[in-house]
C-alpha cells in the first residue's frame, strides 16, 4: 500500500478510481466533480460504484476523525475488490491538518490488514496506491508540510498496529514465550535504534520475582522477561511501559470454563502492545526515552501449577495470598513493575487485558484508565480521544482497597466482593508501586477492546492493537508540553 499527497488539481490526477465523499447526501462538499449521479438509488450507507465514471462514492457520518478512518476503511475494501491499481481522493480536512492526514492514512491502512497466516487460500493482498490531493482545499492554514507529517504518522502507527495485531493473533501452539521473545529480538535487530535484553527463568530466580515465576511453573515453555530500550540523544522525559503478555491462560488450577477459555491467546496483547508501541516511537524519532517490559509466560494446569492458598513472595518484597489462579496477569505485572521502576520512570504506564470485569463494566470498545493522579489520568484520557481509541477513568476509593485484603499474606489477588473487579485490580497492582512512583503509574485494562469479536467502525475481527495509538498520542503529547 501507498500513500502519496499531492497538490495537483484532482481531475490532473491519473488513477483508476475516484473517490467522492457524500455527508447528508451531499456531494458537493468536498468534491468538485460534476458526474451525475442517482442518489435514489444510494442508500445512503458506506461505499456506491459509478462504473462509467469510474466514481467511487463513499459515506462520510459526519465530519470527524473518527468518520473520515471509517470512510477511507470503506473505500479501501470496496476498491480492493475491483481490479484496479491507484485510487484519487480529495482531501478530508477537519479542525488539525496533521490529524485530519492521519486519519485518512489509518482508516485506508487499518482496512488492509489480514491475518491469513493459517489459511491455505491466501487472496491477494492487494497493493493499491491512494493519492490524496489539496487543490480543493481554500484553508489559509493548510500547510502542505503537516499534510506530510500526518500521512507519515498515520502510517508509521498504523504499520505498528498490524505489527501487534501479528503477535496477538498468532495462535498458543506457535507462539510461546520464546517466540514473542524472538519477535522483539527481531524487531530490534531490524531498528539500529531499539536494544533488546531477554531475561530468561534464571534471571527471574535470581531477581526474586517469584509471583511471575509461579504463574509459569505448570507451563511446558519457560518465561522470558523482555526488556526494549529506546534511548534518543536529546530525551526529554523517561516513559516505561510494561505489558501482560500472557500467551496462553487457560485459569491454571481454577480453569477457566471452555467458553472463557477460548480467545485467551490475546491475553498477550498488552505486551504485543507494548512491542508495538517503541516501534512506533522510535520510527518517529521522538524524543522520549521508553522502555517496553513485557512478561511473557503460559498458565497452565499440572502436578506442579501454583495454588489457591499458595503464598508468593514478591520482587518487592510484598507477600500474595494466592485465591484464584486464573488472576494471574497481576501476579506477572507486580514483579515486572517492580522491575520497571528500578528504571526510575518519569511516567509508569502497564496495558494488559487484565480483568472480565473491565469488559462487563465499560463494555467491549474502551479501555479502563486506573491510577492515583488524577491529572495524569486526566491528560491521558485527553490524548486516547485524540487517537481514536475509547478509553475512561475508573477512580479508586478507600472501600474498595478493604477487599484485597488478606487474612495471611499482605494482600490477596482475589478480591473479596464480586463487584468492583477491574478497580479491585487496579488497586492489587497499586500495592507493588514504590511511594515515589504514585503518582507517575497509569494502569490500562485494554480486556474489552483489544479482541474484536464482532467487527465494528473500521475494525475487523480479531486483535486492533488497543492501547498503541493512545499511549502513542500521550508521549507526543509530553514533547508539546515541554516546549
Ligand atoms: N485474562 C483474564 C481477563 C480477561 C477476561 C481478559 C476476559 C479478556 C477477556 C484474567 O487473567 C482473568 O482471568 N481474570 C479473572 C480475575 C478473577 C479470577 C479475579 C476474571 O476477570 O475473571
Ligand atoms: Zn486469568
Ligand atoms: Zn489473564
Known sequence: MKIEFSTKKIEQIKADLELVFVVNKNIKKFSKSKAVFDFTQYKGEGTCLDIENKILYVELKELDYESIRLAFSDAFKFASKLNIKSIKSPCILHECVVKSFVAMAEGFLFASYEFNKYKSEKKDSKDLKLIISSSEINNKNFSANEAKIGLERGEILALACAFTKDIVNDIPQNYTPLKM????????????????????????????????????????????????????????????????????????????????????????????????????????????????????????????????????????????????????????????????????????????????????????????????????????????????????????????????????????????????????????????????????????????????????SYHSFGASAAGLRMCVNFVISLLRKEK
Not at 292 to 301: D, L, P
Open 181 to 456: 521473545a524472538e519477535d522483539a529480538k527481531n524487531l530490534a535487530k531490524k531498528d539500529k535504534n531499539i536494544t533488546c535484553k531477554i531475561h530468561d527463568e534464571k534471571f527471574l530466580e535470581k531477581e526474586k520475582m517469584n509471583a511471575f515465576l509461579a504463574v509459569n511453573r505448570a507451563s511446558v515453555h519457560p518465561p522470558r522477561l523482555i526488556h526494549l530500550s529506546y534511548k534518543p540523544k536529546n530525551a526529554k522525559k523517561r516513559v516505561v511501559f510494561v505489558g501482560k503478555g500472557l500467551t496462553y491462560d487457560s485459569g491454571g488450577l481454577s480453569l477457566k470454563p471452555a467458553d472463557y477459555m477460548l480467545t485467551m491467546k490475546y491475553d498477550k496483547s498488552g505486551g504485543a502492545a507494548a512491542m508495538g508501541i517503541i516501534k512506533a516511537i522510535s520510527e518517529l524519532g521522538l524524543e522520549i526515552e521508553v522502555h517496553s517490559i513485557i512478561g511473557a509466560t503460559e498458565n497452565m494446569i499440572g502436578g506442579d501449577a501454583y495454588k489457591p492458598d499458595d503464598v508468593l513472595i514478591s520482587r518487592e518484597g510484598v507477600s500474595i495470598e494466592v485465591r484464584n489462579t486464573d488472576a494471574e496477569g497481576r501476579l506477572v505485572l507486580a514483579d515486572c513493575l517492580s522491575y520497571a521502576q528500578d528504571l526510575k520512570p518519569d511516567i509508569l504506564i502497564d496495558l494488559a487485558t487484565l480483568t472480565g470485569a473491565c469488559v462487563v463494566g465499560l463494555g467491549e470498545y474502551t479501555t479502563g484508565i486506573m491510577g492515583n493522579n488524577e491529572k495524569l489520568q486526566n491528560d491521558f484520557y485527553e490524548s486516547s480521544k485524540k487517537s481514536g481509541e475509547y478509553a475512561t477513568v475508573l477512580h479508586f476509593n478507600p472501600y474498595l482497597k478493604e477487599l484485597i485484603k488478606s487474612n495471611i499474606a499482605d494482600v490477596s489477588n482475589t478480591s473479596s466482593s464480586r463487584y468492583g473487579g477491574a478497580i479491585t485490580a487496579g488497586l492489587f497492582l497499586e500495592k507493588f508501586i514504590r511511594k515515589e512512583f504514585k503518582d507517575k503509574w497509569l494502569h490500562l485494562d485494554i480486556a474489552g477492546p483489544a479482541y474484536v469479536e464482532k467487527a465494528w
